[in-house]
């Protein structure tokens, strides 16, 4: 069967609260946590955003089965790669076979507050790849030094490791980056997108991942999913309004630097603006269709997040019972028509 993932949104929801969701999801047929590495929320309204790093820390242990891991953090700002190293060794140590690493680019709203010129994507994308550079060298247990074009590490060793470094798993949301995310990682994370946009970046991830000697069909492939599900459409199209108007801003996101400018180009979001962003529907059946597109496309792992503030245990547990398990894996649905061709 394969994997839908709890989306936790931690720049909407205590987190106390989340961990108890997760435990509720674990139990509904959940296999893994998506957990969101901010320093602020996307809006004001949103109102939270705890330290992932710490609260990952609790999930591992209030959980029994669960893979988890941070979608995405950024690994050149706020952190020193070095730091992040040993906080993914530390967690994988902890919970083996269970965490994995999601690194992104990074966006202004999380990653400005430590001062400095907040550069273009292409110097994103190179600071980076030596960042991974870095967190693969210490993962080798090996003491090592780093001097890159914008990226530096003195001697430094880590010593409390798994037995197997945890996976890389690498954020894209263009076809470069998804090459890289193919080259450098062990698999690759993206939003949900139109079925064409998505068949590009599996190719082009597909295509850094052969020419650096692997195999992607092995490697895991992560989407991230944002719905709306309430008793009605109305409830649903107002909580997406409400509760994440962001999901509906049709611009580039990674250079608006706080929740308030946030706030101020959501004033912009019309109901339709959501569609291909955030899926509204109270049919279970129709959410049930979504995901199974993204699984037919080739994606290993759907991560749900569900919109709404006050219906989550509502949320899991209809999906528990109407969705997860009736859906398959892509290989499923290419055996069941060989056998019918035959």
């Not at 599996?202 to 650096?212: D, I, M, Q």
């Amino acid at each position: 069967m394969p994997i839908v993932g709890y989306s936790a949104a931690l720049e909407q929801f205590h987190p106390t609260d989340l961990i108890r969701w997760c435990q509720e999801a674990e139990q509904a047929g959940f296999r893994g946590v998506m957990a969101a590495d901010h320093f602020h929320p996307w809006v004001p309204q949103q109102g939270q955003s705890p330290f992932v790093w710490s609260w990952m820390g609790a999930l591992g242990a209030c959980t029994r089965q669960l893979a988890f891991g941070p979608g995405v953090t950024c690994a050149s700002y706020r952190y020193h790669p070095a730091i992040l190293a040993q906080a993914s060794a530390t967690l994988a140590a902890m919970y083996p076979g269970r965490f994995w690493m999601g690194i992104g680019s990074g966006e202004a709203l999380s990653e400005h507050i430590v001062g400095g010129e907040w550069p273009d994507e292409p110097v994103r994308l190179e600071r980076m790849v030596e960042s991974i550079e870095v967190i693969k060298r210490l993962f080798s247990g090996k003491k090592t030094r780093y001097s890159g074009k914008y990226i530096r590490m003195e001697s430094a060793r880590l010593y409390t490791r798994p037995d197997r470094p945890c996976p890389i798993f690498v954020a894209a949301s263009g076809p470069k980056t998804a090459e890289i995310a193919g080259r450098m990682s062990d698999g690759f994370i993206t939003p949900a997108a139109p079925a064409e946009k998505l068949k590009t970046l599996l190719e082009s991830f597909e295509k850094g991942a052969r020419e650096a000697g692997k195999d992607p069909g092995i490697m895991p492939k992560l989407l991230q999913l944002h719905v709306s599900w309430a008793n009605t459409e109305d409830e649903a199209v107002e909580q997406a309004m409400k509760e994440w108007p962001n999901g509906g801003i049709n611009a580039p996101k990674q250079d608006i630097r706080s929740p308030e400018d946030f706030a101020a180009f959501a004033e912009l979001v019309r109901p339709e603006d959501f569609k291909g962003r955030v899926f509204i529907s109270t049919n279970l059946d129709a959410h049930r269709q979504q995901i199974q597109s993204f699984f037919d496309l080739g994606f290993d792992e759907v991560h749900v997040h569900n919109v709404g503030r006050n219906n989550q245990t509502e949320f899991i547990r209809a999906y528990g019972e109407a969705v997860i398990s009736k859906l398959h894996g892509k290989a499923k649905q290419e055996q069941e028509q060989d056998v019918h061709a035959e």
